[in-house]
């Protein structure tokens, strides 16, 4: 799995080809970020706006640290909350409106094949980070074998996050600066509507 991670270089390499009429897009994208809680947190963990690709009345959509394929995701509500039935009805139907509309520009995007849309709501689930939170992820037929073995990396991940905050050496942490690369440039598919 170590070379499905996502590197800077293609990010910066797409982001200079987009153009004139994309940046545009990103800047209206980035205006759209407005409402954003402060402070802006995961759980315990502060983050960073520019972090943050998509902003919906209750809910955001943060970039991962260490994506397991490349254009894995976060869909979090604002609020912090550890559990799932913890939500207002308001708050669950945002949460997963803003994640389905994630998961299909997300899938043209990536010219996935199909997405994995997943949420490990406690501990004993697999739940690491104490925040409700949705795992947005372009899936290829091969890219887990068996197909299924996405869940366990998931969860894989998540064990190595509690006992480690550096988590695994082969998914290495990415740098605010990478994270903030596809935070804008993701931006961008939510910038027209």
Known sequence: LAGLALPAAPLLARRQALGV?????????????????DP?????????????????????????????VPGHVLIVPKRVTARLKDLSAEEVSDLFLAAQRTAAALEKHYAAEAMTVSVQ?????????????VHVLPRRSGDFTPNDAVYDELDAAGQRMASDLNLDAERRPR??????AEA???RALFAAG
């Open 21 to 37: 009429r994309a940046a545009a897009r990103m800047a209206l994208a980035t205006q759209a970020l407005a409402g954003l809680p």
């Open 40 to 68: 802006l947190m995961f759980g315990p963990f502060a983050i960073d706006e520019s972090q943050v690709f998509l902003a919906s009345t209750l809910s955001m959509g943060v970039v991962n640290l260490k994506p397991i």
């Open 121 to 133: 709501d406690g501990a004993a689930a697999g739940q690491t980070v104490p925040h409700v939170h």
């Open 175 to 180: 740098t605010r600066e990478e994270m903030a």
């Open 184 to 186: 804008l440039e993701l």
